[in-house]
């Protein structure tokens, strides 16, 4: 089992980015999803994350209002919607799950050593321009 993460690439501020976390040969309806970012030089940040099971979302303070976090009704494909891209979201994104949600919100909000997190993607690559 794998996450695949797609759909990073440069943008204009004020533009928009979808990304998209594949999961590859399980469903995450019993899995807690989030996304992550880190850009050169700053510790990792929780940006967003979706519950499988019953959708309910959560956002950072600086991606509220422009990120959207949303599940397919399969299951199997979590995205992240960016709109009004600042040159600020430049940065690594990765998607994580976890079963355990304790274990997810330490890791997004509390520092938690990420390592304890069941899977993680491989990363995407988005770059916002002034």
């Known amino acids: 089992v794998q996450l695949v993460e797609s759909g990073g690439g440069v943008a204009q501020a004020g533009g928009s980015l979808t990304l998209s976390c594949a999961a590859n040969g399980f469903f995450f309806d019993v899995y807690h999803i989030a996304w992550f970012r880190q850009a050169p030089g700053k510790e990792r940040e929780g940006v967003s994350c979706?519950?499988?099971?019953?959708?309910?979302?959560m956002y950072a303070d600086s991606v509220k209002g422009r990120f959207t976090i949303f599940i397919d009704k399969a299951k199997t494909t979590v995205y992240l919607q960016m709109n009004s891209l600042k040159p600020e979201d430049t940065a690594a994104y990765y998607c994580?799950?976890?079963?355990?949600?304790?274990?997810?919100?330490?890791?997004?909000?509390?520092?938690?050593?990420?390592?304890?997190?069941?899977?993680w993607g491989q990363g995407t690559l988005v770059t916002v321009s002034s």
């Open positions: 979706i519950s499988g099971g019953d959708g309910k979302t």
């Open positions: 994580a799950a976890d079963r355990d949600p304790v274990e997810l919100m330490a890791t997004m909000w509390d520092g938690a050593d990420a390592r304890y997190l069941e899977l």
